[in-house]
């Protein structure tokens, strides 16, 4: 499994673009990236997952470079309510998913 | 609400006590997960099924800790002589086998203290 790192706090403003980079430079060639989001005492819930290149959803757009080492999650004109931690995984999609700790984004006013 | 459900949402028990919680995951869904997580901590992987097998434990599952699926569906975590430091949430989350690679449905948790 792919060790990864990503920052451990960030801090933006309502309606900025914010951009969430992870580095995983051991990932491997069957490896995705997955981005989770949590909320205070919720479960996670998965936002977006990629292979390589970009993916755009409703929620947010995943970029990854072609040598997959890094990816970068970006939302769009954030919001109070994106306060919130954010999750980079990476892992075999048939193996289980390894959380870290995460990066904690605090948006404000 | 088709989602993850777990039940109870909280629980204080006392030191030494036996407790179980339950996991309805999404139906049709054939795998299933157990993670526990403490505060400032992303959630750590305890033990997963698929259908009723359970495939892979966490070296973090002492033998104080047992999890079942009987029949597929609904599944159990029981601990048993509960320790001050099991108190953390314990989320469940369900993916179809066959579905999106990685991208599980996790219940609200349940928030175990131990006193």
């Known amino acids: 499994l792919a060790k990864t790192t990503q920052p451990i706090s960030m801090d933006s403003y309502e309606g900025q673009e914010v951009n969430i980079t992870c580095s995983h430079n051991n990932i491997a060639t069957n490896d995705y990236i997955t981005w989770y989001q949590q909320f205070p005492s919720q479960g996670p819930r998965f936002i977006i997952q990629g292979y390589k290149t970009k993916v755009t959803n409703e929620v947010a757009s995943l970029f990854i470079p072609a040598d997959r080492k890094s990816s970068t999650l970006s939302l769009p004109r954030v919001s109070l309510s994106d306060t919130a931690v954010y999750y980079c995984l990476v892992g075999d999609p048939d193996d289980k998913i390894i959380f870290g700790k995460g990066t904690r984004l605090h948006i404000l006013p | 609400d088709t989602g993850v459900s777990q039940d109870p949402r909280h629980k204080i028990t006392k030191r030494g006590q036996n407790v179980t919680f339950r996991c309805d995951p999404i139906?049709?869904?054939?795998?299933l997960y157990w993670y526990r997580q403490t505060l400032g901590q992303g959630p750590e992987f305890l033990t997963y099924f698929q259908n009723e097998a359970q495939l892979e434990k966490s070296r973090l599952l002492s033998d104080r800790f047992s999890a079942e699926r009987p029949k597929g569906s609904f599944s159990t975590l029981e601990i048993q002589r509960t320790e001050q430091g099991d108190s953390a949430m314990y989320l469940c989350a369900s993916s179809p086998f066959r579905g999106p690679p990685g991208e599980q449905y996790f219940g609200p948790g349940t928030r175990l203290t131990v006193t």
């Open positions: 139906s049709e869904h054939n795998r």
